[in-house]
């Protein structure tokens, strides 16, 4: 233990990041080929929403529908637009080990803050027992510097109990960051911060924030939200860490009903419907066979960000 | 419906491929780096083994663990070793449409003889339904001139029933071979045969031919294993295809130990076992984190190809 520790600082590390660090979407033209052009301008919409970081190459950035070359090549075309005025946490997961290590050392050469990784996984039938999970993040561990975030994702298939997650952030240092995404999640970072204490400066909430308060209430200390109301989620959590919880709660609940529709109603649909509607992006096409939203949903969550005056409508007119 | 139509030819098409297309797997050093000598040696042993075709960079080949950029590197490398000795069939499978398609094509300008593609799946939540699915196998099938085989694994999470698999084979002129190795194969594919018809040349066998002579008894005109008795699986489908069920019979009940012994206790890494014990790699390696055989099992799947004096120990001494 080091004498700097701070509140939310890990012993012997930077302080721990906290606030809002929404996913970019990667977004395509109507041929399915990558907008580059739309990628910058979806980075500097989120940095102008006042974001503490931006994730990029995770499952609502569409990551399983790319080539490992496009990976880099967005990769590299972000981290140049960010050019150092957020932190960027890369998403690296891969089943392989050795694959999954060396694209987050690529990342980290680049410029990125921090790797998110899920358990490693293919299909509906290989999966890793938590030994083989252990050597797996071990091995990843040792071939970077920055700080791995694990994603508790309902993807990856693989249960991560608290206890399980805790012993990674304390056998592993660079394990500092865990989004719990999974259900019942805010009693799972409840425990988790009980059991990995200064072992985990960074208990993140995910999933669109669709558990926002309960998970701060629970003591998570940043959220992985979607990049629809990047803007919003950040204040709320800068207004909870401050001690405004009656505020963020407030806020929080106001936004609700539009984070419950996108949420059960639109995934990751909803960000790219609402940047084309604003103008940030010219096309909401998902690769094939991910799919369109249903009209009627589109119109859906247009309305329901029209209602409150959303940021994304407004920042590109 | 052409004249030269013939027991296993599709209308307008050539005649149907029928044997064994074991998959090849892939060789690495102890350091996990792909052993492409090693890779060579596995498909001259193969061919000697007098297989009817090759499959590559299927789940057998720890396709799951390779980067796109090694699957291409492995393609080119084996379908310039085989030479057109024999036809090679190459699994494309990727979530994306538009990358399976493309990987479709790559494979056929290569030499491919045709591909092999699982219904798209990404991790434990990620499913495409039937429409989609349709969609899906027009596309790629829109983007090349060679045969498509569906491969209907437990891994891709999606059940694809007989009379969907039949209705893609009638839609789709491309889908000539289904090679079915989900559970109770023999009645799945007795039901899809008498659906399909002529539409579906191809009906498969797969799964280290565990449940090959009732799947041969059904009207399997192929099986797809590993590669760990390619020889011995040729012969019995090209007996029963002969009419020499007995004979076929008793050849795979002789082996079937054998074989029930890889297929419930080693998976992928019985063939890489045996091929390191006879010579054929170095290295039994298999990447991290799908991890090693247990070494009671290794020797075990050895006794059982010693006490068989199987090929795979003979053939590089």
């Given at each position: 233990m080091c004498a700097q520790t701070t509140a939310t600082g890990s012993a012997g590390h930077a302080p721990a990041l906290t606030g809002v660090f929404p996913i970019a979407p990667t977004p395509f033209h109507d041929d399915e080929s990558i907008d580059l052009d739309g990628q910058d301008r979806v980075i500097d919409y989120l940095i102008d929403a006042g974001v503490d970081g931006i994730c990029i190459l995770a499952n609502y950035a569409?990551?399983?529908?790319?080539?490992d070359e496009e990976r880099e090549q967005l990769q590299r075309r972000i981290l140049r637009r960010v050019d150092g005025r957020v932190p960027v946490i890369v998403t690296t997961s891969h089943y392989g080990t050795a694959i999954a290590a060396e694209r987050s050392r690529r990342a980290q050469d680049e410029g990125a803050a921090m790797v998110m990784i899920m358990p490693p996984y293919h299909g509906a039938t290989l999966r890793v027992g938590e030994g083989g999970l252990v050597d797996y993040f071990h091995a990843i561990a040792s071939a970077i510097d920055i700080p791995i975030m694990i994603q508790d994702a309902p993807m990856s298939g693989t249960p991560l109990s608290a206890a399980f997650l805790a012993r990674l952030a304390q056998e592993i240092p660079h394990v500092q960051y865990v989004k719990v995404e999974s259900a019942n999640a805010a009693a799972k970072l409840r425990q988790l911060i009980a059991l990995a204490g200064e072992n985990l400066p960074g208990p993140f909430d995910g999933?669109?924030?669709?558990?926002l308060i309960p998970d701060l209430e629970a003591g998570a200390t940043g959220t992985m939200p979607s990049a629809a109301i990047p803007d919003v989620l950040g204040g709320i959590v800068r207004d909870w860490l401050a001690g405004e919880h009656d505020r963020a709660t407030e806020t929080w609940e106001y936004w609700l009903p539009m984070i419950h529709y996108e949420n059960r109603?639109?995934?990751?649909r909803a960000t790219k419907v609402l940047m084309k509607e604003g103008g940030i992006i010219a096309s909401d096409r998902c690769r094939a066979p991910f799919g369109q939203l249903d009209p009627h949903l589109a119109a859906g969550i247009v309305a329901h960000a029209r209602r409150r005056d959303a940021l994304i409508l407004r920042w590109a007119r």
């Open positions: 569409e990551q399983f529908a790319l080539t999933e669109e924030s669709i558990t109603q639109c995934n990751l």
